[in-house]
Nanobody, 124 residues
């Protein structure tokens, strides 16, 4: 599985950004994809994930109502729309994919396939 993120960048607090993750190499099975982030000196943390077949979406509390995870009809590009961004959202954002069910897709340890990541900086 190959994953490549695009988008991100710098924005002022309250602004919006969108991340994309192009995916290839999926084989048969129930795949989930997720967005994770890691700020300097902090552990990698989940942001949101999706079970692709059933379109089940999961978010961590800190981004609910602000971030939206989605996938295109071809099931090969994952998106993360980020609105009302806060300085605390500053991090490297990484997409991941693996055969997972339900809310287990929020667990970083569950994934073997990761993209290289994209920097998101929220600052005035």
């Amino acid at each position: 599985v190959q994953l490549v993120e695009s988008g991100g960048g710098s924005v002022q607090p309250g602004g919006s950004l969108r991340l994309s993750c192009a995916a290839s190499g999926f084989t048969d099975g129930d795949w989930s994809m997720g967005w994770f982030r890691q700020a300097p000196g902090k552990e990698r943390e989940a942001v949101a994930c999706i079970n692709i077949r059933f379109n089940q979406l999961y978010y961590v509390d800190s981004v609910k109502g602000r971030f939206t995870i989605s996938i295109n009809d071809a099931k090969n590009t994952l998106y993360l729309q980020m609105n009302d961004l806060k300085p605390a959202d500053t991090a490297v954002y990484v997409c991941a994919a693996d055969r997972l069910y339900g809310s287990s897709c929020l667990g970083a340890i569950m994934y073997d396939n990761w993209g290289p990541g994209k920097q998101v900086t929220v600052s005035s």
